[in-house]
C-alpha cells in the first residue's frame, strides 16, 4: 500500500514533485478542476443565498474526467493520507475542495492536508510537507464568489445581447470594461483635432567640440509650449501656432549673439526596478519579445512546473506566476547578493539588500515573480530550453539580478544660453557608472525624453562664452491622439484601475479577440462595428456594472472575502440587487433598440430611399428605408481618424506633412473606399458589407450580380480578379486568378455562377495502393497548407510536410517529404514510417516544384 498520495494539477508538475518525496508519496494529476457550475443552465439558487450546483465536468474529446476521478479515488482508498497541493491561490484552493469532496474517502475517514509552495524546488516541496495546513475556506468563498459573480453576469445579460443583435454573443463583468476602454479610447481618437506647434533649434559651436543642438526654451520671458496642449495657454506661456510665426523668430534669432549664460551639471541617480509581478511580467514580456499575455502565461506555466535539465532531472525554474507581490525571500537575497558580488564585483551590490513595497492591496503571501536558483544563468540552460522559454527565463533571470544592483549614475548638464530676447537650452547626460543597467533596462510604451537626453553629447562650456551660431531651424509637429492600447498598455491600465486579476488578463484579451469585438492591426487594439455595437448597448442599459470604478470595487471585496473580513453571500446579495432592477429595465431598453430605425442622409443606391441604421449580428449597418421591399444594405463606413497619420516634420519652414486617404498593401489592395470602386463584372458601384468573415465590398446590383471582393484586416482590398490564358474545364469561360479568405486561387471567371476551382498539384500520385488521384495543395480553416488527395473523401491521404519529387535514397519510395524544424533546420524525410530515412536536405530545391511555389505565396 502506498502510504501517501499526493494530488497536483498538471502532471509536468507531477512528476518534479514526486522525486522530491520518495517512495512513501504516489504523486497523481487531477488535470485542472474536476467540478463546476453546469454547462447549461444557471447553476445557481439566487432565492437560496446564491448557492451553487456544482457538478463533475462531462467527459470531452481531451480528457475522460470519469476516469480521472476514478483513478483518484482508488489511489485515495489506498493511502493512508491524502494531500492536495494545487497551484497557491483562489483557483488552486476551489480544486483542493472540490477535490476533498470527490475523492477523500468519508468511512472510513482518512485525514487529507493541504500543501503550499511559491516553488517546485526540492527545499520549498520538503518544507511544505513537514507543515501541511487544511483548505482555507475563505480563500474557497472568494473563488466561488467570483465564479457565481461570472455565472449571473454571463448568463443574465449573455442572451439579451443574442436577442438584440443575433449570433453568440457574450458578456462579462471584466471583459466587457476591457471593451469599454477599447471602444472609448477610439472615440477619443476619432474626436481628436490636431493642434499645430512649432519648436525652433539653433545648432551652435562652442571653442571645444562637438557642435550641439539648443532649443528655444523662452521669449521674452515666456516658456515655450511643446505639451499640455489639452490645458489652456497660461500667461507666462507662449505658443508658435504657425510657420509664419516660426519665420519670424527665425529670422530674429539668426541676428543675435549667442552667449552662456548659465551652465550646471548634477549628478542623477537611476535605480532599479522591482523583480517581475504578474502583470509586470506580461507587459514586458509584450513589450520586449511580442509576446501575447496568453503565450506569456503559458511558458510562464512550464518553467514554474518543471524543465527537464538532463541527469539532474526535471527543476522547477521559477517561482509561481500568478502574483502581485514584489516580496523576495530572505534566502533568495542572499544567494543573488552572493552571485553579483562573485560575477560583476563589489561595487555593483549595494551594502543592503534592496526591500521593494508592494502595492497596497497586493496578497503578500506569494514572492515576486523570480528565478528558483540564480546560479542558473540563462546560458546554462540554453540547451535545455526552446528559443521562446529561453527568452523569457533569460527576461525573468535579468530582471531579479537587477533589482539587486546598485542604481546607474548619470552626470547631467543643462546650458542655457543666451540670444538677445530668446533664451535657448540644451540638456545632455553622460553616464558615469552603469550600474543594474549592465544586466537590465526596463522596456518603454512610448519613447521618453530622457533617452534622447542621454544619447546627446554636450561639448564643455563656461559661463560668459561666446558661441558660434551655425543654423536656426523651425520645425513643424502636430499634437498626436492618445495612443490606441497594446495588450502591454491595456494590461497596464487594468492594473492601474484594480480591474481584474493579472492571472485573468490573458482570458480577457482572448475572449474580446475570439468574439469579435476587437481586432489587432500592428499590434494595437481597434474595436469592431459588433464590438462597438455591444459596447454601447451593454453601457446603455448597465453603465454602473460595466464600468471601471464598480469593477475595481468588486475585486476589492473578493479580497476581503479572503481576508475573512466579508461573507461573500452578502457581496452578492449588495450586487444583485441593483443588477436585478437594471436587468428588467435593460430587457424593455434592447427590445425598443432592436426595432428602432435611426434615421441618416444616405441614400439607397438602388431605389433612392433613405437609408436607416439597425442592428445585425455583425453590429450596426445601414438598411433601406423601405425593406422587406428593397432589402439593399450596407457596412456603416467609420471616420477616417486624422490620427492614422503621424504628425510629420517641416525642416526650414517647409512643411513635410502628408496625409493619405488611400493606403496600399504589398499586394496592390486598397484601403477600402468603396464609394470609387466599381464592379469589374457589371460596372455598378461596390457597397461596403460586413459578413461572418468580416468586411467586403459587395456588388450593388446583388442578387443579380454576386460579385464581391475580400477586405484584409488591415482594411486593403483585394486585387480584382485576372483573367489568366486558360480555359473553364467546366462552362469553357476563362480562368481568373482571385482572392478569398484563405488567400490565392484559381476559378472560373463566371464564379460563383460557375463553381469550379482549379486545384493546385504538387505533380505528385497518391501512393496509396489502388487509388488514382494526385496529391493536391489544400489549406485548413486556418489558412495552413497541408497536402492532401484529389480523390478526398474516398481517399483520405494527406501529409502535413511538403512532398517534395525526389525518391527515397533507402527504399526508393516515388517521393520525400520536406520537415523544418528550430533544431534541426530543414530535412528531407521519408513518407514511409517504416523506412526510416532522415537526412538534410539538399540546398539545391528543384525550380519546376509547384508545392514550392505554393509554399513560397503561403
Not at 554636450?458 to 551660431?469: F, H, M, N
Request: charged residues 30%; positive net charge.
Amino acid at each position: 500500500m502506498t502510504k501517501n498520495l499526493v494530488v497536483v494539477e498538471s502532471p509536468a508538475k507531477a512528476k518534479t514533485i514526486s522525486k522530491y518525496l520518495g517512495k512513501d508519496f504516489r504523486v497523481l494529476a487531477s488535470l485542472g478542476h474536476i467540478k463546476d457550475l453546469p454547462s447549461k443552465g444557471l447553476g445557481v439558487d439566487v432565492e437560496d443565498n446564491f448557492q451553487p450546483t456544482y457538478e463533475v465536468i462531462p467527459d470531452s474529446k481531451k480528457r475522460n474526467n470519469k476516469k480521472i476521478i476514478a483513478e483518484l479515488k482508488k489511489a485515495a482508498k489506498e493511502a493512508d493520507a491524502i494531500y492536495l497541493a494545487a497551484d497557491p491561490d483562489r483557483e488552486g484552493e476551489a480544486i483542493c475542495q472540490h477535490l476533498a469532496e470527490e475523492i477523500v474517502p468519508k468511512r472510513p475517514a482518512k485525514p487529507s492536508y493541504r500543501v503550499m509552495f511559491n516553488e517546485i524546488t526540492k527545499r520549498a516541496v520538503q518544507d511544505a510537507f513537514k507543515e501541511p495546513k487544511q483548505i482555507d475556506s475563505n480563500l474557497v468563498n472568494a473563488q466561488q464568489a467570483r465564479r457565481v459573480l461570472d455565472r449571473l453576469v454571463g448568463y443574465k445579460v449573455s442572451p439579451l445581447l443574442c436577442r438584440t443583435i443575433g449570433g453568440r454573443l457574450s458578456a462579462g463583468r471584466v471583459q466587457s470594461v476591457a471593451l469599454r476602454m477599447v471602444v472609448e479610447r477610439e472615440r477619443e481618437i476619432e474626436k481628436f483635432v490636431k493642434t499645430e506647434y512649432w519648436t525652433i533649434t539653433a545648432n551652435l559651436a562652442a571653442n571645444l567640440p562637438p557642435q550641439f543642438d539648443a532649443r528655444l526654451f523662452r521669449v521674452d520671458e515666456k516658456t515655450v509650449k511643446t505639451g499640455g496642449f489639452d490645458q489652456e495657454l497660461k500667461k507666462n506661456e507662449i505658443l508658435i501656432g504657425s510657420e509664419g510665426q516660426a519665420q519670424e523668430i527665425v529670422q530674429e534669432a539668426e541676428q543675435q549673439p549667442y552667449k552662456v549664460r548659465d551652465v550646471s551639471t548634477k549628478e542623477r541617480k537611476r535605480n532599479p526596478v522591482p523583480p517581475f509581478t504578474t502583470s509586470k511580467l506580461q507587459q514586458e514580456a509584450a513589450r520586449k519579445l511580442g509576446f501575447a499575455v496568453k503565450k506569456t502565461m503559458m511558458i510562464a506555466q512550464k518553467l514554474y512546473e518543471g524543465v527537464e535539465l538532463g541527469a539532474e532531472g526535471a527543476v522547477g525554474l521559477i517561482t509561481y506566476m500568478r502574483t502581485d507581490s514584489t516580496r523576495v525571500s530572505e534566502t533568495a537575497l542572499g544567494e543573488v547578493r552572493d552571485f553579483i558580488g562573485k560575477q560583476y564585483g563589489a561595487n555593483y551590490l549595494p551594502e543592503k539588500a534592496i526591500h521593494y513595497r508592494s502595492k497596497k492591496d497586493a496578497q503578500d503571501a506569494h514572492e515576486a515573480v523570480r528565478p528558483t536558483d540564480v546560479a542558473r544563468t540563462p546560458e546554462a540552460l540554453a540547451s535545455y530550453l526552446d528559443k521562446e522559454a529561453l527568452k523569457l527565463y533569460r527576461l525573468i533571470w535579468q530582471r531579479f539580478v537587477a533589482s539587486q544592483m546598485m542604481p546607474a549614475v548619470y552626470d547631467q548638464t543643462t546650458i542655457d544660453i543666451e540670444a538677445g530676447r530668446f533664451l535657448f537650452r540644451a540638456t545632455g547626460a553622460v553616464q558615469k557608472f552603469d550600474g543594474f543597467l549592465r544586466v537590465y533596462e526596463e522596456g518603454r510604451d512610448e519613447q521618453a525624453d530622457e533617452d534622447d537626453e542621454a544619447a546627446r553629447k554636450l561639448p564643455p562650456v563656461e559661463q560668459g562664452e561666446s558661441l558660434r551660431l551655425n543654423s536656426v531651424t523651425p520645425e513643424q509637429h502636430f499634437t498626436e491622439p492618445p495612443p490606441r492600447f497594446t495588450e502591454a498598455t491595456l494590461v497596464k491600465m487594468l492594473e492601474e484601475k484594480g480591474i481584474g486579476r493579472p492571472s485573468t488578463y490573458a482570458a480577457i484579451m482572448s475572449t474580446i479577440i475570439d468574439r469579435e469585438y476587437v481586432e489587432k492591426h500592428e499590434n494595437r487594439f481597434h474595436p469592431t462595428a459588433l464590438g462597438t455595437t455591444v459596447n454601447d448597448l451593454l453601457v446603455a442599459s448597465f453603465n454602473d456594472l460595466f464600468n471601471e470604478s464598480y469593477t475595481a470595487r468588486m475585486e476589492e471585496e473578493l479580497d476581503e472575502i479572503e481576508e475573512g473580513k466579508l461573507k461573500w453571500t452578502k457581496a452578492l446579495h449588495g450586487f444583485y440587487e441593483k443588477f436585478a432592477k437594471d436587468l428588467k429595465i435593460a430587457e424593455k431598453e434592447m427590445k425598443a433598440a432592436k426595432q428602432q430605425a435611426i434615421p441618416t442622409d444616405e441614400i439607397c443606391e438602388k431605389c433612392g430611399a433613405g437609408m436607416v441604421i439597425k442592428f445585425g449580428r455583425f453590429g450596426q449597418f445601414l438598411a433601406c428605408s423601405t425593406y422587406p421591399e428593397c432589402r439593399t444594405t450596407r457596412e456603416i463606413a467609420r471616420p477616417a481618424s486624422q490620427t492614422d497619420t503621424n504628425g510629420a516634420t517641416a525642416t526650414n519652414g517647409k512643411s513635410t506633412n502628408s496625409q493619405t486617404t488611400k493606403k496600399v498593401d504589398g499586394d496592390g489592395g486598397a484601403t477600402a473606399t468603396a464609394e470609387t470602386e466599381e464592379c469589374e463584372l457589371c460596372g455598378r458601384p461596390m457597397a461596403l458589407k460586413r459578413g461572418r468573415f468580416g468586411q467586403f465590398l459587395g456588388c450593388t446590383g446583388y442578387p443579380e450580380c454576386r460579385n464581391i471582393r475580400k477586405i484584409n484586416r488591415s482594411g486593403a482590398v483585394a486585387p480584382a480578379p485576372v483573367l489568366l490564358d486558360e480555359q473553364c474545364p467546366v462552362d469553357g469561360a476563362q480562368l481568373a486568378r482571385r482572392h478569398g479568405r484563405f488567400g490565392e486561387f484559381v476559378a472560373c471567371s463566371n464564379y460563383p455562377t460557375c463553381k469550379y476551382i482549379k486545384r493546385e498539384t504538387t505533380g505528385i500520385a497518391c501512393p496509396r495502393p489502388g487509388c488514382k488521384g494526385e496529391i493536391l495543395v489544400k489549406k485548413s480553416k486556418r489558412g495552413k497548407a497541408f497536402y492532401g488527395c484529389s480523390e478526398y473523401p474516398k481517399c483520405e491521404t494527406v501529409f502535413w510536410d511538403k512532398p517534395i519529387v525526389e525518391p527515397c535514397p533507402q527504399c526508393n519510395a516515388p517521393f520525400l517529404l520536406e520537415k523544418t524544424t528550430k533544431k534541426e533546420g530543414t530535412m528531407h524525410i521519408c513518407a514511409r514510417e517504416e523506412c526510416g530515412f532522415r537526412a538534410p536536405a539538399t540546398p539545391v530545391m528543384q525550380k519546376d516544384d509547384p508545392a514550392a511555389r505554393a509554399e513560397q505565396r503561403i
